[in-house]
């Protein structure tokens, strides 16, 4: 037969020899699958056929993609795990975005009711205050990237057969960090731009 793989990916293709048992039968039956719907009823049939044939015998029946999912159980709970962190990172997160916008906010409240009074607009304040926040954004990923790449390398060896590296994964992820940091941003810089600037210099 050609080679394939009974393992995890962990480990290499081995030879694979098949010899008869004394002690039992191992049968490999490939069920319909455009037709999920008739499986209990062809196992129910498989189940009959082998009992009134060997009736001594219990009958273990398994599906080869719950045993292939066996080799994997670790992955499963790893992946679990960071589901759970990075939607607590992403929510913790956000809530620090919009603290620093707010704080930014108010710590430039009469910069901004000048500008709006020399015929600044909306869109030109909204985009002074995501420059440096979002400048900060862009350094994290910098920082992040590096070390992410280093960890996943680093788990992607213990591997026999992987999956690659490719930049553009890095590239999105810095483009949907960006994004989410400039949604929870502007939600409180446009508000700080669409402000009475008379109520914001009275305030000085």
């Known amino acids: 037969m050609e080679n394939f793989d009974i393992a995890s990916a962990r480990q290499t293709v081995k030879p694979v020899l098949y010899i008869g048992s004394k002690t039992g039968y191992v049968l490999h ?8 719907e008739n499986w209990k009823t062809a196992i129910d049939k498989i189940t009959s056929t082998y009992k ?33 962190a990075v939607g607590l990172s992403i929510f913790i997160a956000g809530l620090g975005l919009f603290g620093l916008t707010i704080f930014t906010a108010n710590q430039r409240t009469k910069e901004i009711g000048i500008r709006k009074v020399l015929g600044a607009s909306v869109l030109q304040i909204t985009f002074l205050l995501l420059k440096n926040l979002l400048t900060l954004v862009a350094i994290a990923c ?10 996943m390398h680093h788990w ?3 591997f026999a057969y992987r999956t690659d590296l490719n930049p553009w994964i890095f590239g999105l992820s810095a483009l949907s960090l960006i994004g989410f940091a400039s949604f ?21």
Do not use: C, G
């Open 142 to 151: 910098l920082i992040a990237f590096p070390i992410a790449y280093y960890f």
């Open 184 to 204: 929870v941003l502007s939600t409180k810089s446009i508000m700080a731009a669409k402000a009475n600037p008379v109520d914001s210099l009275r305030d000085e």
């Open 156 to 158: 992607l060896d213990d």
């Open 52 to 84: 009134a044939s060997f009736p001594d015998d219990e009958i273990d029946l398994r599906f080869v993609d719950e045993i292939v999912q066996q080799f994997y159980e670790q992955e499963k709970q790893l992946s679990k795990l960071l589901s759970w």
């Open 29 to 36: 039956i490939a069920l319909d699958q455009k037709h999920p």
